[in-house]
């Protein structure tokens, strides 16, 4: 005879299915009051900063806020309790946001005005795909991370350029401009360059020399280069993985019409029906 479950590992079962059935009727309904906190927290949150609020209804704001966190706080130790490899869960990409959920409220009895921090908390929103468990988000969402990945070390070698060029500049200017226009010193020199080539410009800084004013001038045109090659190298990237993983093959072409477009399995031209050369 078959050993009957104990009542904490039919517990275990019934909760794991509530907390991570998105498929289940009890776990959509979880997953869609669970979005319902987030967002009322965030608004909480955000509401408890502005000041005419904040001095009549802090105290409800708090009490709410401390009672949503003990909800998120039970339901991370029943996120814990109810799978099989917990450490698993811990150090995922949702443990570790489920877990930076709960600490600022926590936090915020040591140090107070870290419960801000509590705003974190929209990240949790990533789980509306999971919830909503659409392939061509899912896909999509895939190939923007291999995109990512792939460019790292063409963008770390490009912020290391910047970063050797950033400190030339800012050094160039610090002897250009000198004390007297605020370039006080090589990192004040550094701090102008970075605010130009970002095209923030606070303009707490300015260069007053002819000389200062032309670098100054190249920089920014440098700036919004340095703002449209990170963009361009994870597009190329994404453009290359969308190609990898599509469906179409542009090299089968028409041998009438020269039509070039057409799906790998197809056998004759959408066109005009000729036969395709097989590759």
Same mark, same amino acid.
Request: hydrophobic share 45%.
């Given at each position: ?5 104990? $009542? ?32 009322? %927290? ?5 509401? &408890? ?52 959920? !709960? ?16 705003? !974190?908390?929209?990240?949790?929103? #990533? ?10 988000? @899912?896909? $999509? %969402?895939? $190939? ?13 070698? #490009? ?5 050797? %060029? ?37 303009? &707490? ?35 290359? @993985?969308?190609?990898?993983? %599509? @469906? !179409? ?9 020269? @039509? ?6 197809? $056998? ?12």
């Amino acid at each position: 005879m078959k050993n009957k479950k104990s $009542q904490y590992e039919i517990f275990r079962e019934r909760i794991k299915i509530i907390l991570y059935g998105t498929n289940t009727i009890l776990g959509r309904m979880f997953d869609l009051v669970l979005l319902g906190l987030i967002l009322l %927290s965030v608004l909480l949150i955000m509401l &408890d900063t502005v000041e005419g609020i904040s001095q009549k209804y802090h105290t409800q704001l708090l009490i709410c806020e401390w009672i949503i966190t003990i909800f998120f706080t039970i339901e991370y130790i029943l996120r814990i309790i109810s799978i099989q490899k917990p450490i698993k869960y811990v150090f995922s990409f949702y443990g570790i946001i489920d877990l930076l959920a !709960v600490l600022p409220m926590y936090l915020s009895i040591f140090f107070p005005g870290a419960s801000v921090l509590s705003v !974190v908390r929209a990240l949790r929103f #990533f789980r509306l795909f999971k919830i909503l468990h659409i392939p061509q988000i @899912s896909h $999509q %969402s895939t $190939q923007l991370k291999d995109a990512i990945e792939a460019s790292k070390e063409k963008i770390l070698v #490009f912020i290391y350029f910047v970063l050797i %060029s950033t400190v030339i500049i800012g050094t160039i200017m610090y002897l250009v401009e000198g004390k007297e226009s605020g370039f006080t010193s090589i990192p004040m020199g550094i701090y102008w360059t970075i605010v130009t080539l970002t095209t923030v410009g606070y303009g &707490d800084i300015s260069p007053q020399t002819p000389l200062g004013q032309f670098i100054a001038a190249l920089v920014m045109i440098l700036g919004y280069g340095i703002i449209a090659v990170p963009t361009g190298i994870v597009t190329a990237e994404f453009a290359k @993985s969308s190609l990898r993983n %599509s @469906s !179409v093959n542009t090299k089968k072409t028409c041998r009438k019409c020269q @039509s070039q477009v057409h799906f790998d399995n197809a $056998q004759y031209c959408y066109q005009c029906g000729t036969e395709l050369p097989n590759n």
